[in-house]
């Protein structure tokens, strides 16, 4: 199953079905979520603030903004579906508590199969 | 010592009204000695004023001399700061010309009367907020005398002070380089929403407990929340007699709501607290009374940026006035240079027109 830590968490046709993966890796959550323009984002299950499943939040686009003003920011972030917090998918860092982080994973597609470098 | 909060009474309206346009002069000779400003629902059971200074035959504080007596030269005061009493309320006229018409001649009143015969006193620009647009014109009319360090509001208020609506004053006055003051008072008056979140209350006791505290809150976190200081960054708000043991608590409870609904207000880059450390200044006057737990108290101030943003005032001759002296005991010694003088300093910068501390 593992070869330099990449682990197989499941197949890319249900990842597309079901918009995230989630899979038990050495007795700890992981999961694999799309971001908007497809790149796939590897994450830890677990959210750093109060332990809700994390890659069971919804991916969204980053607003910003002058006051009164709503801009699109074109960025990704994954919406954890307790309270709320937003985090980079790329690093694991929550924007609305950089002192929190999720731990992120590198992700490859190799034939239909979805690998975790854990 | 630098005063924040003193309240010089009108102690013959004929005195106000000369300052009034002659066309407007009989509408609020008519009104009687209210002026046509709305009158409290709650009043004080027995006297809004100290007793000590209410025994000359005229309204206390409505003369420079026992201003002088009673307040400036046996507390050292090096400026006062002077704040419409009843005035304030003109926000809260359901006519906004009647409300400018006022403003303008106190502002001038203030002028003659107080601030040409001492040289301590400063003065605070009263507008009418109901009317951003002629408020804004107001400040920066006033705004020419550099005795007048800071733009005045009423707590009391028909919408809170983020508001888009409002923009003109807050512009006018950073424009002017003058911090905004809003004063508790006016709940539930007028065409102002009703102190606390639950409807009319009762008493006084519980207007003086819930109005002034929950008009703070309310404005400091539509201020914060609406992004007022990050379209005006160096603006500066001093939120007088609301108290502030709340204070932490409001805090970290705006804190905890902006990481999860930062979506709602995005132009929020920075913790809502840490906005208000640097951009938001409160009155000590009324200082909580802790049942012997100062020491906790003070903890929980610093947790939210004091004593940077704590300013001694007094709020003489009212019946809940902090004596100087008093405060100055009651403070950590740590504190007191900064309470009593040099944050108020940094706050009105070179209008207050004293040296430089340190």
């Known amino acids: 199953l593992a070869e330099n830590n990449w682990v197989d968490v499941g197949s890319a046709a249900d990842l597309e079905r079901d918009g995230r993966l989630v899979a038990r890796v050495n007795g700890r959550e992981v999961g694999v979520v799309a971001e908007l323009d497809g790149t796939l984002r590897g994450i830890r299950n677990r959210c750093p603030h109060h332990g809700g499943p994390l890659c069971l939040g919804r991916v969204g686009e980053r607003v910003e903004g002058d006051p009164g003003v709503y801009e699109l920011t074109g960025r990704s972030s994954l919406r954890c579906p307790w309270h709320g917090w937003e985090f980079d998918l790329e690093t694991g860092v929550c924007l609305d508590e950089p002192t929190l982080r999720a731990a992120v994973y590198p992700v490859r597609v190799d034939d239909g199969r979805i690998l975790l470098q854990v | 010592v630098i005063d924040c909060d003193i309240h010089p009474q009108v102690g013959d309206p004929e005195e106000l009204l000369t300052h009034v346009d002659p066309a407007q002069r009989e509408w609020f000779r008519a009104q009687g000695p209210s002026l046509g400003l709305p009158g409290y629902s709650w009043a004080h059971p027995s006297s809004w004023f100290r007793q000590d200074i209410e025994k000359n035959g005229h309204p206390p504080a409505s003369d420079v001399d026992a201003v002088r007596r009673e307040l400036l030269d046996p507390s050292g005061t090096d400026a006062g700061v002077l704040n419409?009493?009843?005035?304030?309320?003109?926000?809260?006229?359901?006519s906004p010309y009647r409300a400018a018409e006022l403003a303008r001649a106190h502002n001038e009143w203030l002028r003659e009367r107080w601030l040409d015969a001492e040289p301590r006193l400063r003065a605070s620009i009263l507008c009418p907020?109901?009317?951003?647009?002629?408020?804004?014109?107001e400040i920066r009319r006033a705004a020419e005398d550099e005795r007048f360090v800071q733009v005045l509001l009423c707590a009391g208020a028909d919408r809170p002070y983020g508001e888009p609506?409002?923009?003109?004053?807050?512009?006018?006055?950073?424009?002017?380089?003058?911090?905004?003051?809003?004063?508790?008072?006016?709940?539930?008056?007028?065409?102002?929403?009703?102190?606390?979140?639950a409807g009319p209350v009762t008493f006084y006791i519980e207007w003086h407990t819930l109005g002034s505290a929950c008009s703070t809150m309310s404005h400091l976190?539509?201020?914060?929340?609406?992004?007022?200081?990050?379209?005006?960054?160096?603006?500066?708000v001093l939120l007088i007699e609301g108290g502030v043991a709340w204070l932490p608590g409001i805090l970290w409870r705006l804190d905890t709501n902006w990481r999860a609904l930062r979506s709602e207000v995005p132009w929020l880059e920075r913790k809502p607290s840490e906005v208000a450390r640097e951009h938001v200044r409160f009155s000590t006057q009324p200082l909580e009374h802790t049942d012997g737990r100062d020491d906790l108290l003070f903890e929980l101030l610093e947790a939210a940026g004091a004593p940077d943003n704590l300013c001694f005032a007094s709020d003489y001759p009212h019946w809940d006035f902090d004596d100087p002296g008093f405060m100055l005991n009651r403070l950590p010694e740590a504190w007191r240079a900064k309470v009593l003088h040099e944050n108020a300093a940094e706050l009105y910068g070179a209008r207050l027109g004293l040296p430089a501390v340190g």
């Open chain 2, 129 to 137: 907020a109901q009317d951003p647009q002629a408020a804004a014109a």
């Open chain 2, 221 to 236: 976190v539509s201020l914060l929340c609406h992004g007022t200081f990050e379209r005006f960054p160096t603006l500066k």
């Open chain 2, 84 to 94: 419409g009493d009843d005035a304030v309320l003109v926000s809260l006229m359901p």
């Open chain 2, 165 to 197: 609506r409002y923009l003109p004053i807050f512009e006018a006055a950073a424009e002017c380089g003058l911090p905004v003051a809003i004063h508790s008072g006016g709940e539930g008056m007028g065409v102002a929403a009703p102190p606390g979140g």
